[in-house]
């Protein structure tokens, strides 16, 4: 009895069909219909009523690996990522608007600007003064607005 290792226990434990070992089930949570496992330790893969699900101690044969803090960390990520990304759209839709909106508005303050020049097909200095006033006003008005 020494040297004996440490058995993990686990909240969704198989008894192996063909060994008789217990093994993970592939579940996050208890399954309403049966379910496919394959053993990691024979290979052997058999179905599963949920009523074979326990709570138990893992066959040391696994190893000590930390299955369960594994699945639980992977489906951690996996919501953080979905999280990120989600949040990353809406900021990135908010930014669209924003700047269709900037542009719209910066479009009118410099219309009104430039109502009396005669020629604006061309660039100049006053086109360019006209056009980054026109933003910076146009981001003066949205900032007071968004407040
Ligand atoms: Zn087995």
């Given at each position: 009895?020494?040297?004996?290792?440490?058995?993990r226990?686990y909240?969704?434990?198989?008894?192996?069909?063909?060994?008789?070992?217990?093994?993970?089930?592939?579940?996050?949570?208890?399954?309403?219909?049966?379910?496919?496992?394959?053993?990691?330790?024979?290979?052997?893969?058999?179905?599963?009523?949920?009523?074979?699900?326990?709570?138990?101690?893992l066959?040391?044969?696994l190893?000590?690996?930390?299955?369960?803090?594994?699945?639980?960390?992977?489906?951690?990520?996996?919501?953080?990522?979905?999280?990120?990304?989600?949040?990353?759209?809406?900021?990135?839709?908010?930014?669209?608007?924003?700047?269709?909106?900037?542009?719209?508005?910066?479009?009118?303050?410099?219309?009104?600007?430039?109502?009396?020049?005669?020629?604006?097909?061309?660039?100049?200095?006053?086109?360019?003064?006209?056009?980054?006033?026109?933003?910076?006003?146009?981001?003066?008005?949205?900032?007071?607005?968004?407040?």
């Amino acid at each position: 009895m020494f040297n004996l290792p440490q058995t993990r226990r686990y909240d969704f434990t198989i008894r192996c069909k063909k060994c008789g070992e217990n093994i993970p089930a592939p579940v996050g949570t208890i399954p309403d219909y049966w379910i496919a496992a394959r053993c990691p330790l024979c290979g052997e893969t058999r179905s599963y009523l949920p009523s074979e699900i326990f709570q138990g101690n893992l066959s040391y044969k696994l190893g000590r690996k930390p299955v369960r803090s594994v699945i639980r960390l992977m489906g951690e990520m996996k919501r953080a990522i979905a999280r990120e990304q989600a949040a990353w759209a809406e900021k990135m839709q908010e930014q669209t608007r924003m700047k269709s909106t900037l542009v719209i508005a910066a479009a009118i303050i410099a219309a009104v600007r430039l109502a009396k020049d005669t020629d604006i097909s061309r660039p100049s200095p006053r086109l360019t003064a006209v056009v980054s006033e026109s933003v910076n006003l146009a981001r003066m008005i949205l900032d007071r607005v968004g407040r």
